[in-house]
């Protein structure tokens, strides 16, 4: 499959929004004063802090801009190792894991529900599109690995129904390479909220931490196999087999 071939849903002929559909909730950094989007503009230096907007006075996490708007380093291409196709790249962000795909002479797509991220990769021709992975995605179905990294297990603040609708995406058989907390059993949703070192603040969304202990417990309900677990300099990670 090449890029060229990716039907790719055009942004501007969207058409109307469906009816009886509710609002989606506000996404990963969005709306308020939109720090997210500043971070990725390169505004200033400004660091990003996720904090629990319903438990005042709780430790911030602070939020590694630095590295997303980086090349990939070795923990993050230790993810494609084991990756011999398509390669889609969920919250993709500056899309770094994308470019480090397709130096690899794999395929590769980001999707990113941030206005900031997808003009940031157009601006350097990286294939990328601006989606929602829970709308329709190119080419369903028909992608080899898809990626869950820098804590994009925690979209949509579900971590069952997003590597559910993964699982989806993928070809039977196909992987699923999840970054996790590094605490095994943290497992949580909550509202976050993003905030910088200028006090810009996010609107509220829904978000998730989790270790290896909460995905491998829901992958059983899922069909899901477990494959690998991994550690690199920090990080942790898994990657999941579907059903052949």
Known sequence: MSIAALDRP?????????????????TFGAGGAEPYAHALRGGDDSQLFLSDAQREGQERVSMNVARW????????????????????????????MVIAALALGLNAL??????????????????AVLGD???????EGRWQTVLLVDGNIGIGGNVSALLARCGELVVPGGHIVVELHNQKSRDRSFTGLLVDTHGRQSAAFPWAEVGLTGVLSRSL???????????RDGRSFCRLATAR
């Open 110 to 127: 980001g999707i990113d529900v941030s206005v900031a991220a997808i003009d940031n990769a157009a601006d350097a021709g990286i294939p």
């Open 69 to 96: 708007n980086a090349s990939a380093d070795p923990a993050d291409l230790s993810l494609l190792a084991a990756a011999s196709g398509p390669v889609l790249d969920i919250g993709c962000g500056p899309a770094r």
């Open 221 to 231: 309900g899922l069909g899901l196999t477990l494959l690998q677990t991994w550690t």
């Open 133 to 139: 992975v829970f709308d329709a995605v190119p080419s």
């Open 10 to 26: 055009a942004a501007a002929t969207a058409g109307p929004p469906r009816p009886n559909v509710k609002a989606r909730p506000t």
